[in-house]
């Protein structure tokens, strides 16, 4: 796998099929700013996926880690593991630790949600 960088987004080269098709399961890598802070993403089957883990110790630091879990079952959000292939693209983009052994996703529409219920719980919103 290649991480190539054109700008700020670096992209993940899709892998083709033998007729020149992209294979379903394939994604690219980006980042977004989102409430001023600059998010690593991954887009799969047209979804920007967000890391769970960094979504929580950037966006969310000042909020305990329980009151965010609480907020996601009120608002009946999901989130999904990544797959090893996912994992590695996430930590070569710095969205998760090097150490990591696995991660979880969160959609951008579910974090988008998320935020707006966690503006009045934040000190810095």
Known sequence: MFLTCEGTFG??????DYNGETRPGDFHAGYQEIEGINLG???????QMFALA???????????????????????IKSRRCDLKELRTLKAINSVPTRAV???????????ALCTSCKSLSPRR
């Open 11 to 16: 992209i993940v080269p899709a892998t083709m």
């Open 41 to 47: 993403y991954l887009q799969i089957n047209g979804t």
């Open 54 to 76: 960094q979504v929580l110790s950037d966006l969310f630091k000042d909020i305990p880690r329980t009151t965010i879990s609480k907020k996601m079952e009120t608002l009946k």
């Open 102 to 112: 696995k991660c979880s996703l969160i959609s951008k529409a579910d974090l988008e």
